[in-house]
């Protein structure tokens, strides 16, 4: 074992148990120094969004508790990352520094430069798995190709090796021989200053503790009526976990191993879970489609960009009950029922013809779970335009949505119970998307 500390970076890993960076540390050397470097500009143009970092305000304050029960302490520094970096390890003589990977097109970039530089000068950089089940690029398939259809991809997903059973949290890390200054977390101002910072309060526990509490309760109470209940926005039939996830306060492998332990009833959910695998490998494997369609025909599509239909949508004010129950709960708590979040979507790329961009968007800042992976791969789904997609001309009818998945209309009530003119009546805009959509097939084969 090495006789000088290294630093943990944290990043989206905020979690002591089953993490691979904290377990290499602790396993080479005598003290490690967890840090987390605050650096949005990085990460541009996917820094952040408003809902992202009131989550990531109190998700830090709940991991410096974890720290301090443990006797150590949470570094916080602003970026350049790199350069942060550096400073701390001359401050406390660090000689390694560790991380678990992430898969966004930009941060893979930078990480890659970091790693690079701080080597070259002697700094040990070491990046581990840990957010994943499976690295994206050990799953091809028999063409040696990515995966474009999910289900051929859970087929190869079930081929593989159990992913590794989650490690403990450790019971105790030693202090360096001297703590480096730090900031607070109400130094980075991650809290935005706008209405709903209370609703998303009232809703939502972020941490560690509360992810596995929020993984027991799901598991102990309602995983075996996953597959009725998890369509219907009526009902708390699905895990919640999405947030959790996506700031690996639990990690994919704590999950996946608790669910097969519990029973056989989770294979439905377990599937929800290599959904988020899915999204991953895509966004590894076609790092344009942030913001770009996977299927290349589809930048030809004659969208028709209306600012105010746009802000009646986003207001949860189009006049369909369920769309705008949808909206207003995004608003209100930073989250929205996956059926709905394809309901809403759809109305938004198909009734109103708004590019799905403008929807991902407003999702990735309104969103406590927004993730770019699957946020580009849903929204690209509903649009039609990506991987394993819904047919562009599969046109939600919110009205008929509303009446199979709110039969009794609680949901509804809950959120959007007055009620007001449709902006656009359903026929004639489902009539309009398909005349677009016959009018980018024309191009499409023109073109060839």
Known sequence: MSAKPALVWFRLDLRLADNDALHKALSSHPAVIPVFVWAPEEEAPWAPGAASRWWLHYSLIALEEELAKRGSTLILRRGPTEEAIRSLAAETGAEAIYWNRRYEPA?????????????????????????????????????????????????????????PSPGPAPDKLAPPARWPSTLQVSDLDLLPEIDWAAGLRETWQPGEKAAA????????????????????????GTSRLSPHLHFGEISARQVWHAARRKSDASEPFLRQIAWREFAHHL???????????????????????????????????????????????????????????MVAASFLVKHLLIPWQEGAAWFWDTL??????????????????????????????PALQAGKFDPQGEYIRRWAPESQPPIVGHTAARARALAALARMMDVARESR
């Open 213 to 236: 509490a929020q993984l027991n309760a799901f598991l102990e109470a309602k995983v075996a009526a996953y597959p009725a209940d998890r369509d219907r926005p009526d009902h708390r």
């Open 368 to 397: 406590v779970d927004a993730d770019l992976a699957n946020n580009t791969m849903g929204w690209q789904w509903v649009a039609g335009c990506g991987a394993d997609a819904a047919p562009y001309f599969r046109i939600f009818n």
């Open 107 to 163: 941060v893979i970039a930078r990480d890659a430069e970091i790693k690079r530089r701080l080597n070259e000068s002697g700094l040990a950089a070491e990046s581990l798995p840990g957010n994943l089940l499976w690295e994206p690029w050990n799953l091809r398939n028999s063409s040696g190709k990515p995966f474009q259809v999910f289900t051929a991809f859970w087929r190869a997903c079930q081929a593989m090796p159990a992913p």
């Open 283 to 341: 966004l590894f494997h076609f790092p344009h489609t942030p913001k770009e369609p996977l299927r290349p025909e589809f930048r030809a599509f004659p969208w028709q960009f209306n600012a105010a239909n746009l802000k009646a949508w986003t207001r949860g004010k189009t006049g369909y009950p369920l769309v705008d129950a949808g909206m207003r709960e995004l608003w209100r708590t930073g989250w929205m029922h996956n059926r709905v979040r």
